[in-house]
């Protein structure tokens, strides 16, 4: 049984940062794609960030680029989601998915096997 639990949420003022983590048990994550995903009040499940197998290749939505930083350690069966510069448009609830056996970054929800529950994200003005 694949779990994935979520954490590094929280309050936080504009212009400062969090660093969440997704942590996987079940199965060793060093051969999945990662990906991060977003949902806020009354609007779909958006992508965030991806991370390919090996650590590789990344991918991010365009509103993100430049202050988000996806990462993993696959001796930890963990991946990291470092936010800077977080504004109130960041807020949402936080996912993390994982997806064996992708050479790409997937970046779509029917893409991903496995969700975590999710970690609430709130960045006030």
């Known amino acids: 049984q694949v779990q994935l639990k979520e954490s590094g949420g929280g309050l936080v003022q504009a212009g400062g940062s969090l660093r969440l983590s997704c942590a996987a048990s079940?199965?060793?994550?060093?051969?999945?794609?990662i990906g991060w995903f977003r949902q806020a009040p009354g609007k779909e499940r958006e992508f965030v960030a991806g991370?390919?197998?090996?650590?590789?290749?990344?991918r991010y939505t365009d509103s993100v680029k430049g202050r988000f930083t996806i990462s993993r350690d696959n001796a930890k069966n963990t991946v990291y989601l470092q936010m800077n510069r977080l504004n109130p448009e960041d807020t949402a609830v936080y996912y993390c998915?994982?997806?064996?056996?992708?050479?790409?970054?997937?970046?779509?929800?029917?893409?991903?096997?496995?969700w975590g529950q999710g970690t609430q994200v709130t960045i006030s003005s």
């Open positions: 998915a994982v997806r064996w056996g992708l050479q790409h970054v997937p970046m779509t929800r029917n893409e991903f096997e496995y």
């Open positions: 079940g199965r060793t994550f060093s051969s999945a794609a």
């Open positions: 991370i390919s197998w090996s650590g590789g290749w990344t």
